[in-house]
């Protein structure tokens, strides 16, 4: 059994700046890598930002520049930084990662989504 716990999400004033956490727990071999996806009303599901365990990351066009993805590998937890916020930001975000919880077996795991609303 594993688990994504995300916190910091909130109400913020465009030009505003925010802070997600997420931490996995649980049954963990290996996380091959962290990231953070958004979905807003009436959209899919989007990627944000990855990190992977060797350091490497994907930014979406739209948040670079703005936001950072950092990772704490020892503690298995990944944030996400949000400066700069613009209203179209707004949407609930999602702690995402891809790990395994033995030598062979692997899967994709989902936090339950933290709201983020950027007030014009």
């Known amino acids: 059994q594993v688990q994504l716990v995300e916190s910091g999400g909130g109400l913020v004033q465009a030009g505003g700046s925010l802070r997600l956490s997420c931490a996995a727990s649980g049954s963990i071999f290996r996380i091959v890598a962290m990231g953070w996806y958004r979905q807003a009303p009436g959209n899919e599901r989007e990627l944000v930002a990855t990190?992977?365990?060797?350091?490497?990351?994907d930014y979406s066009d739209s948040v670079k520049g703005r936001f950072t993805i950092s990772r704490d590998n020892a503690k298995n937890t990944v944030s996400l930084q949000m400066n700069s916020l613009k209203p179209e930001d707004t949407a609930v975000y999602y702690c995402n990662s891809y790990l395994y919880s033995d030598f062979r077996t692997w899967g994709i795991y989902w936090g339950q989504g933290t709201q983020v609303t950027v007030s014009s």
């Open positions: 990190i992977n365990s060797g350091g490497g990351i």
